[in-house]
């Protein structure tokens, strides 16, 4: 080996140094989901329901099984969102699902939301649930409900609880996932 590979490698002064590029902020438009979304919808859902017990679901959802909630919330005209990124990747979605499947309870929705793993505490779940309330208003509904494990789901407790959802009531072991018992409580915000 040459002498000059043994000398150690030269290093540029600190000013002349390229510095890193900056990271670029983290945006997203918000908009009604369409039929193209859905696999991304599935997949950012079937993370969390192998992964999780954020959702009380132990098996997978498919495209096909998607494919008929879009059609059904469609036809309720309830609304169903999607946050994405400038390039167009799926990051979360937000809807609002009939509470109970009576005519009296036409103005009461149960929301859901979900955001891919990466996107989380970075402001879009707020972002995402406030755009669903406005929609969910817009729709005509009155009451929406959020129903949450009582363990796990630390963020979005938070999250509902800082846009004003409040209790209504908890029930213990009422779900059994991954081997483990777990409650459940219900969250309520008036949006008329
Ligand atoms: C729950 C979820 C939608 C929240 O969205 P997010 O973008 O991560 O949350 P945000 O950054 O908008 O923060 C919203 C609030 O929650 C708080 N928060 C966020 N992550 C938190 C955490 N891990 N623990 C405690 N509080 C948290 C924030 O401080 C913020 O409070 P503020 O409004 O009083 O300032 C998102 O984390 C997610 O998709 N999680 C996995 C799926 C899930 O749990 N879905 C809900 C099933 S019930």
């Given at each position: 080996?040459?002498?000059e590979e043994y000398a150690p490698r030269r290093v540029k002064p600190f000013h002349l140094r390229r510095l890193p590029a900056p990271e670029a902020p983290f945006t997203w438009t918000i908009r009604p989901a369409t039929p193209r979304d859905l696999p991304d919808v599935r997949e950012i859902y079937n993370h969390y329901v192998t992964n999780s017990m954020v959702t009380l679901d132990e098996d997978t959802m498919s495209l096909?099984?998607?494919r008929a909630k879009y059609?059904?919330?469609t036809r309720l005209k309830l609304p169903f969102?999607?946050?994405v990124s400038p390039s167009g990747q799926v990051l979360g979605y937000a809807l609002c699902a009939p509470w109970i499947q009576r005519?009296?309870?036409r103005f009461t929705a149960e929301s859901s939301i979900y955001l891919r793993a990466a996107s989380t505490g970075k402001g879009l779940g707020r972002a995402l649930l406030v755009a669903l309330i406005d929609a969910g208003r817009e729709a005509g509904l009155k009451q929406m409900l959020a129903v949450i494990a009582d363990r796990g789901a630390e963020a979005s407790m938070a999250l509902h609880r800082s846009l004003g959802f409040t209790e209504q009531g908890r029930m213990g072991d009422v779900a059994f996932k991954?081997?483990?018992s777990i409650g459940t409580v219900l969250l309520q915000k008036s949006i008329k």
């Open positions: 080996m040459l002498e096909r099984e998607w059609a059904y919330l969102l999607v946050a005519r009296a309870y991954f081997d483990r």
